[in-house]
């Protein structure tokens, strides 16, 4: 991705103006295939600069000929441009702790292994998908847990100690899971998540099925005879979409 950035100066008499312009003219950033994420900023310490920010999907965007809608509504304000230039993004970036992770939420490690101690436990006595595991490594629960762990922002263990995203994924190369299999693996992990008291509420339940749902179907797919996929890609990382945790003081948005 390539960020833009656009600096204004305005005055503070023009402020409204120029807001409400922006507003109407991100309209055709919200429509634009190319455009990742938009935002404008206002200087706190300096009202009068602004920062509009605008993230491309390819390196060859820009504010062209292509967005006359949006060139008509800040035209009035092109000449308190101060700056208008291209940013590569460096691998320096992540998420602050301001929201706990997936991992944390959960309870930790701890909480992820008794997850799976319990999952597996009921796996190995199901008729559908026991006999699949019937020659396990006796490490299995704990690697897999190591495996979530990683996946929802904890310690990076499986990719330390266990070879990472492309050990895991050779597991399932050639096992032919089917749908059913995939169904009853979910299923069971979800009534294994409730028997080990993982945390309950819909935030965090949404989160953990939504990987859930992924990563079987990716593992269904990988199974497959004949699936050739890359045995070597970075490790997923899973957070809490577009529900963050409930913190009472902050609301519950209508219908979430
Ligand atoms: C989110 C979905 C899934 C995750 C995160 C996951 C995770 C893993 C991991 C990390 C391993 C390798 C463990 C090691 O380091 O040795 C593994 C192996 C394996 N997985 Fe999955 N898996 C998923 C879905 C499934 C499904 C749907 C099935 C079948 C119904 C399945 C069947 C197996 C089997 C049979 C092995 C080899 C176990 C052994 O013999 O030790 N997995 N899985």
């Given at each position: 991705?390539?960020?833009?950035y656009?600096?204004?100066?305005?005055d503070p008499g023009?402020?409204?103006g120029?807001?409400?312009?922006?507003?109407?003219?991100?309209?055709?950033?919200?429509a634009?295939p190319?455009?990742?994420?938009?935002e404008?900023?206002?200087?706190?310490e300096?009202?009068?600069?602004?920062?509009?920010?605008?993230?491309?999907?390819?390196g060859?965007?820009?504010?062209?000929?292509?967005?006359?809608?949006?060139?008509?509504?800040?035209?009035?304000?092109?000449?308190?441009?101060?700056?208008?230039?291209?940013?590569e993004?460096t691998?320096?970036?992540?998420?602050?702790?301001?929201?706990?992770?997936l991992?944390?939420?959960a309870?930790?490690?701890?909480?992820?292994?008794?997850?799976t101690?319990?999952?597996?436990?009921?796996?190995?006595?199901?008729?559908?998908?026991g006999?699949?595991?019937?020659?396990?490594?006796?490490?299995?629960?704990?690697y897999?847990?190591?495996?979530?762990?990683?996946?929802f922002?904890?310690?990076?263990?499986?990719?330390?100690?266990?070879?990472?995203?492309?050990?895991?994924?050779r597991?399932?190369?050639?096992?032919?899971i089917?749908?059913?299999?995939?169904?009853?693996?979910?299923?069971?992990?979800?009534?294994?998540?409730?028997?080990?008291?993982?945390?309950?509420?819909?935030?965090?339940?949404?989160?953990?099925?939504?990987?859930?749902?992924?990563?079987t179907?990716?593992?269904?797919?990988?199974?497959?005879?004949?699936a050739?996929?890359?045995?070597?890609?970075?490790?997923?990382?899973?957070?809490?979409?577009?529900?963050?945790?409930?913190?009472?003081?902050?609301?519950?948005?209508?219908?979430?």
């Amino acid at each position: 991705m390539i960020v833009e950035y656009l600096r204004y100066r305005i005055d503070p008499g023009e402020a409204d103006g120029f807001e409400a312009a922006c507003a109407r003219a991100s309209a055709s950033l919200a429509a634009a295939p190319q455009c990742v994420d938009y935002e404008l900023s206002r200087c706190v310490e300096d009202p009068a600069s602004y920062i509009l920010r605008i993230g491309w999907a390819s390196g060859h965007d820009s504010l062209d000929e292509r967005f006359p809608a949006f060139l008509a509504e800040i035209e009035p304000y092109v000449r308190e441009i101060e700056e208008m230039r291209h940013y590569e993004r460096t691998p320096v970036r992540g998420t602050g702790g301001s929201v706990p992770t997936l991992y944390a939420w959960a309870g930790g490690g701890e909480a992820l292994e008794r997850l799976t101690e319990v999952f597996y436990d009921r796996v190995l006595k199901d008729d559908l998908i026991g006999p699949l595991f019937a020659g396990m490594d006796p490490g299995h629960p704990r690697y897999v847990a190591m495996w979530l762990g990683e996946v929802f922002g904890g310690p990076e263990r499986y990719s330390g100690e266990r070879g990472g995203y492309h050990h895991m994924v050779r597991q399932h190369l050639g096992k032919a899971i089917t749908e059913p299999q995939r169904r009853r693996w979910v299923s069971l992990l979800m009534d294994a998540a409730d028997d080990a008291g993982l945390p309950d509420d819909p935030e965090f339940r949404a989160a953990f099925a939504g990987y859930i749902e992924w990563g079987t179907r990716l593992a269904l797919a990988n199974s497959q005879p004949g699936a050739a996929p890359p045995l070597e890609a970075p490790m997923p990382h899973w957070g809490w979409g577009v529900a963050p945790p409930y913190v009472p003081s902050a609301g519950h948005p209508a219908g979430s």
